[in-house]
């Protein structure tokens, strides 16, 4: 689980390397790496481009098929309301994730996308944590400078 | 308001004639056709080709920005949240959709995802509900037969 999830970490810092805030995902199918992404969306101008829609895409690229419920996913960050509902779509079998956020995160505080009945997707958060939120609490504190 | 919701309708009769689900989706600004797509799900093996997704990417692309504030979307069908999230985060100006979806429709059945402050979309739905409910209706039928 710590290993998937700093695998991500790693997706993030590279983001950050090309002026995208931090955030990382990583596909993973009986303990092997299917895909991988950080956030592109200001180098894409594609408001989609989040980490875990990159790496879902590419997963079922890989895997030809849009279903991957053998799949899990690892995220730095709580997924938004768009991520949660991909990672319903696609049947990831379970969401691992870092840090919670409390603004825009769709899966444990806002509107608890994926506890509704119709998504089978096991969620969980808080996965080395203070490491996933620090990242992005440095990230945010230059921006300010 | 008919002419765009019209070519929407076009977007989706060809996703159907590929073997998708007809839905189609048309990003318009100041009158004039900025993108237009239909759903690509089974075609791309990609949960996230919704008609709305692939239509906003191309918009982006186009414009080269993640922001089209001066761009409204028509959509056959009420967006799912995905969808919904993604109108929201590109801060399109004003979502047109036809029929309305009870059963997995994030706008105005199911969270009211544009509907909280920090979505500034504005929503008109149901136009040309009758014609963009029937194409649905008669794909399932003919599912079914």
Chains 1, 2 share one sequence.
Not at 63 to 92: F, G, K, Q, W
Not at 119 to 124: A, G, H, N, Q, R
Request: hydrophobic residues 40%.
């Amino acid at each position: 689980m710590q290993y998937f999830i700093n695998l991500a970490i790693q997706e993030a810092e590279k983001a950050e390397s090309r002026g995208s805030v931090p955030i990382g995902a990583v596909v993973v199918q009986n303990n092997k790496v299917i895909s991988s992404a950080g956030n592109e969306v200001i180098k894409n101008s594609d408001p989609t481009a989040h980490a875990e829609i990159l790496a879902i895409r590419k997963a079922c690229l890989l895997l030809n098929s849009h279903i991957i419920d053998e799949c899990d996913i690892y995220v730095t960050l709580e997924p938004c309301a768009m991520c949660a509902h991909a990672i319903y779509l696609s049947r990831i079998r379970r969401l691992y994730f870092g840090a919670y956020d409390v603004k825009r995160g769709a899966v444990d505080q806002w509107s608890s996308t994926l506890d509704r009945s119709i998504y089978k997707t096991e969620v969980i958060g808080g996965v080395c944590e203070t490491q996933c939120a620090e990242i992005l609490q440095k990230f945010f504190e230059k921006k300010r400078i």
